[in-house]
């Protein structure tokens, strides 16, 4: 029955997730942007621009500014995510083309998988711990928190708690796994492997993905990008910002 | 300054005064609260989110993180969560995710939705205009997430169920029928102007002009009303500035105010002021708009007027001229001869007005100005200034006796930082900023004095 669930289960999953990201971000962009509101001091030109957004997506700079012993944490939690993603993707979707590419044998290739994947799992549900601790123990982070803000911890934590459950109890078949990906990604689906585990770790996953376009995990479609009050020029003098639903002109000549 | 402690409701019993009915009336909003009101603001606030990225989004991506938490003046000095940004944010945000999210309408309070109802709207009252829209929240946040948008929006939602504060729409009100915010007629503001003129003559012996609707001036000077009348050493700042670099300029007595307190009710109002400035300086014929020492006139005016009035090409670029970015431009071509020791014995730091600094990037010009006529001129602390700056806690349309609580208290952030920097001056371009801290500095019982920059200015000019 499972060899049936789990690959519809994702497949549905993961139609929710794009059509939920790409709806949502369909809806901001598609919405106008009246006036310039851009935070100043800001670029006056399109590079200083580029530079400014780098910094926030990659850097989070304000939340650098805001407060270090936040930035610390959130940093190295979706840095350490990034990380993950690719190791899934380099581990399990092109494992071949990975190890070709990083010049490892296939035993050095699982050797340095399972000691850089092991840290960043440990690293990930390190500083994760870190975020609910704070939201606990901050009164007034802890007062404007939801039941969502803790549901969204709890999901991540469990994910990253069955993935890293996985690489150090060694229950889990890396072949059998890559098989699956291989069938779900051709259409093709086979049996999952036998560790009782990585089906538990498909159906959170599955559940983070559903959850993602409804919640505030939104923000991974890289909101600051589409922010105005980042991703604008410093330039209303220079150049007119016309508004789109307000685009007549009623200056009267004089209306005295 | 330390975070405070949480106070629930500290701050829940100050509230503005609402305006009647027939001052509703007369700015073309809904008189009183309709029976149907519900209905009405949901729509309302379905056609803003329709309208405007800005609070399209920042009602989806916030994931309440507590950055912008401790950096609001009026959370730094209540202590009430209500007035933590994010919390300011999340009154709006909770009937968001009830009516117009699928998340909210399938499991209400699980997904932190909630009806509105009365409470809510009384909430709304009070929370939303205990923000001065000085937007030092969104420096920190790290989506950009700008609470002076959310606040507007509620605002406008509100007005559009005829809930407003009489402050707000009464000035509104003199605004639009006298051209300025302290409601004086066109022969008083001429009257003015000649008086000034008079005594102008009486100190210095000189004919220095405070001219009133001169057509084919050069410059249209348009600054806070105030500025005649109140902060008049800042009126003869402007007049002996033009005077000694030879300018041909004018005020105007249709356009006599800088302010616009459209930004702090909704669009239609805000644009509808701005117009009667473009309408002055086209009527003029003049060449360039300046605008005067005024923090949101200069957002109104710098960010906005291009787009709600113009297009501003029959003026000269730049297109307004901001007094200080004048004053530094002639002071860098060695137009104005100064002497910095008139203002010896004055210990002076500069107030960056929110609006000048986040809503234009304004920051350099009045230092340089400073630096060019003081000689002890000194920062307060970095995390305090520039686009850090803290808010006098007046602005925003906050500037009423009801709330002076809710004054008083966002403004211990900046006289702290003012304390630390042992100034005795505080010199800033901006009328409320002008209005509000002689009143804070009696409240704390501070030995200390608020003056604009033009003024230092004006008594370091060399005739």
Not at chain 1, 209 to 235: E, M, W
Not at chain 2, 127 to 133: G, I, K, L, V
Not at chain 2, 353 to 372: D, T, V
Request: hydrophobic residues 45%.
């Amino acid at each position: 029955m499972i060899t049936q669930f789990l690959p519809a289960l994702l497949y549905v999953s993961a139609v929710i997730f794009i059509i939920g990201m790409g709806r949502r971000i369909y809806i901001w962009v598609r919405t106008p942007v009246p006036l310039n509101i851009v935070l100043t001091p800001a670029p006056k030109h399109i590079p200083g621009v580029i530079g400014r957004l780098v910094g926030e997506l990659f850097g989070f700079h304000a939340l650098a500014k805001a407060d270090r012993s936040l930035w610390t944490p959130a940093w190295l939690f979706h840095f350490s995510l990034v990380l993950l993603l690719l190791g899934h993707l380099g581990g399990l979707v092109i494992p071949h083309f990975a190890q070709t590419a990083m010049g490892l044998n296939e035993k050095q290739f699982e050797h340095m998988a399972q000691i850089v994947g092991g840290a960043v799992g440990i690293l990930a549900i390190a500083t994760l711990l870190w975020l609910l601790i704070r939201r606990l123990i901050l009164p007034r982070v802890r007062w404007i928190s939801t039941f969502s803000d803790y549901f969204a911890l709890v999901l991540l934590l469990l994910i990253l708690a069955t993935g890293n459950a996985m690489r150090f109890m060694g229950g889990l078949d890396i072949v059998q796994a890559r098989n699956f990906v291989a069938g779900w990604l051709a259409l093709h689906p086979v049996a999952p492997p036998s560790d009782p585990v990585f089906s538990i770790h498909i159906v959170l996953v599955c559940m983070l993905l559903i959850y993602i376009p409804f919640s505030k995990l939104v923000h991974i479609g890289g909101v600051a990008l589409l922010s105005p009050t980042l991703n604008q020029r410093n330039n209303p003098r220079e150049h007119r910002y016309v508004n789109s639903w307000d685009k007549a002109n009623d200056n009267s000549t004089t209306s005295s | 300054m330390t975070i405070p402690q949480l106070h629930p409701d500290a701050a829940a019993k100050v509230q503005a005064h609402r305006a009647k009915k027939e001052l509703m009336v007369s700015l073309g909003l809904a008189p009183e609260l309709p029976a149907d009101w519900r209905e009405k603001a949901l729509c309302k606030f379905d056609e803003l989110l329709h309208q405007r990225r800005s609070l399209a989004l920042y009602m989806d991506i916030c994931v309440r993180c507590g950055a912008c938490a401790d950096k609001c003046p009026f959370f730094l000095g209540t202590g009430d969560p209500k007035n933590m940004p994010v919390a300011r944010a999340e009154l709006l945000r909770k009937v968001y995710r009830r009516h117009f999210t699928a998340a909210g309408r399938v499991s209400g309070h699980l997904a932190a939705g909630e009806e509105l109802t009365d409470t809510v709207l009384n909430e709304w009252f009070t929370y939303f205009y205990q923000c001065s829209e000085c937007r030092r929240c969104a420096e920190f946040c790290p989506f950009g997430v700008d609470t002076a948008e959310i606040t507007m929006a509620a605002r406008e939602i509100m007005a559009s169920i005829g809930v407003a504060p009489k402050y707000v729409t009464e000035v509104i009100k003199k605004a639009h029928e006298l051209g300025n915010n302290i409601g004086i007629p066109e022969a008083a503001w001429i009257d003015g102007c000649q008086f000034l003129e008079e005594e102008l003559k009486a100190q210095t012996g000189l004919d220095i002009k405070v001219p009133v609707n001169q057509a084919g001036a050069e410059v249209l000077l348009v600054p806070p009303s105030a500025d005649l009348f109140v902060n008049t050493d800042t009126m003869v700042g402007y007049a002996l500035m033009f005077h000694a670099a030879g300018i041909r300029w004018t005020t105007s007595s249709y356009a006599s105010e800088a302010g616009n307190f459209g930004l702090f009710l909704n669009y239609e109002h805000l644009k509808k002021i701005n117009l009667r400035i473009v309408d002055s300086a086209r009527q003029l014929g003049v060449k360039r708009l300046v605008m005067g020492e005024c923090g949101h006139a200069w957002r109104a005016a710098q960010a906005f007027m291009n787009t709600l009035n113009g297009p501003l090409d029959f003026l000269e670029p730049p297109c307004p001229e901001h007094i200080c970015e004048l004053a530094a431009r002639l002071i860098r071509a060695g137009r104005l001869k100064l002497n910095k020791s008139a203002n010896d014995g004055l210990v002076v730091t500069y107030h960056d007005p929110c609006n000048l600094a986040r809503g234009g990037g304004l920051m350099e010009e009045p230092r340089e100005i400073l630096r060019a006529v003081v000689n002890d001129f000194r920062e307060m602390p970095a995390n305090t200034i520039r686009e850090k700056t803290f808010c006098c806690g007046a602005g925003g349309g906050l500037l009423t006796e009801e709330l002076m609580e809710t004054r008083m208290n966002g403004v211990k952030p900046r006289l702290e930082a003012f304390r630390t920097s042992g100034a005795t001056h505080l010199a800033t371009p901006c009328a409320i900023c002008k209005a509000q801290f002689p009143v804070a500095f009696k409240h704390y019982a501070m030995n200390a004095q608020v003056v604009g920059v033009m003024d230092l200015l004006g008594k370091a000019l060399v005739l």
